[in-house]
């Protein structure tokens, strides 16, 4: 495999998943697979659980690593081709990226959507350009309509807490201050297509995602019908992703509160597992008592961000 971006780089899935087992079982066991191998690992965006998941997976096959921090210590970049740089953008893209791809072997890619342009954060214009420009393997730890380190590790976390063959997995829009982005909804929508789950979508009105990421899912407008029954209810909010409001691309469309899991809400499951990919709005997305249960697997599920990267570097090392 050499770029990440999609469950399909990762060709047969329950391979992926089996390997995904092997290395959580012995995370040391490829330590010689990056020996004298580099990882550059580029943030234009706020990190917690990327930011060291993917430096601890590095290290478990033997890399080094190198983090930036584009917009903090670096020169500001500009992305478009053509503009006169009398801003305050001192370096283009187009010299930053090869000058980047001198130092490493790989190039992870942190870059959110920017809601300029709807066009150019679905082409993921931004990550696209490390690709062509660096010569390098180049994966998302989040790009502008992707999350595929986050679906991947959401996937392995469900297929250790199933407690039966086909679980049905509910994702679910919750409310928010701010406008984020639809790469984790996305993704999960993806990975989950893909995978042998009872896959339910449930949001408000004019939420819809890309059909190229839920083409063929079930989608439930009336929340409490979703989640009838389910065995996992996967909490998330995203913006208007522009699919039936294209104008609204974006923005806010909804805080409705009575889309927050509650207790009421996590009731009319299948005594469901929760969750999330994190950092999580507690009173906004899910209720302290939720969060907090038993039943909340937020935390094993970072856990697993670590695995999902191991297995990803492991994979494009392999293909070097
Ligand atoms: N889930 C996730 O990607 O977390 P960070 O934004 O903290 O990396």
């Known amino acids: 495999m050499r770029h990440f971006q999609h469950v399909s780089d990762l060709g047969d899935l329950r391979a992926a998943l089996d390997e995904a087992r092997a290395v959580k079982a012995d995370r040391f066991r490829f330590e010689s697979l990056g020996r004298h191998r580099t990882a550059l690992l580029i943030f234009f965006n706020n990190s917690l659980r990327t930011r060291l998941s993917t430096q601890k997976a590095a290290r478990n096959l033997g890399m080094d690593v190198i983090v930036l921090d584009v917009n903090q210590g670096a020169w500001k970049l500009e992305t478009e081709r053509g503009v006169v740089m009398d801003g305050d953008k001192s370096e283009h893209l187009l010299e930053a990226v090869p000058v980047m791809a001198q130092y490493c072997d790989v190039i992870g890619v942190r870059t959110f959507a920017r809601f300029e342009n709807r066009a150019d954060d679905y082409q993921e214009k931004i990550l696209n350009q490390f690709i062509q420009y660096s010569g390098r393997p180049v994966f998302s730890m989040e790009s502008a309509t992707v999350h595929p380190l986050q679906a991947f590790a959401d996937l392995i976390t469900i297929e250790e807490y199933k407690e039966k063959a086909r679980p049905k997995v509910v994702l679910t829009w919750a409310p928010h201050p701010r406008s984020l982005p639809q790469a984790v909804p996305n993704s999960f929508a993806e990975w989950m297509m893909a995978a042998d789950v009872d896959f ?53 469309l909804s805080k409705d509160m009575g889309w927050t899991i509650d207790a009421a809400h996590m009731a009319v ?35 697993n961000r670590e695995i999902s990267a191991t297995v990803v570097l492991k994979r494009i090392l392999e293909s070097l």
């Not at 839920?214 to 996967?234: I, P, R, T």
């Not at 699919?243 to 691309?249: D, H, I, L, N, Q």
């Not at 899910?286 to 937020?298: A, K, L, N, Q």
């Open 200 to 252: 339910v979508v449930t949001h408000p009105e004019g939420y819809e995602l890309d059909p190229r990421f839920v083409e063929g899912a079930h989608v439930e407008y009336d929340q409490w019908k979703a989640l009838e029954g389910a065995d996992f209810v996967y909490a998330k909010n995203w913006s208007c992703p522009g699919v039936t409001r294209p104008e609204a691309y974006g923005q806010i």
């Open 269 to 303: 499951t299948n005594n469901a597992y929760f969750m999330h990919c994190l950092p999580v709005r507690r009173g906004m997305i899910v209720t302290d008592d939720v969060i907090e249960s038993p039943r909340s697997i937020v935390i094993p599920e970072a856990a």
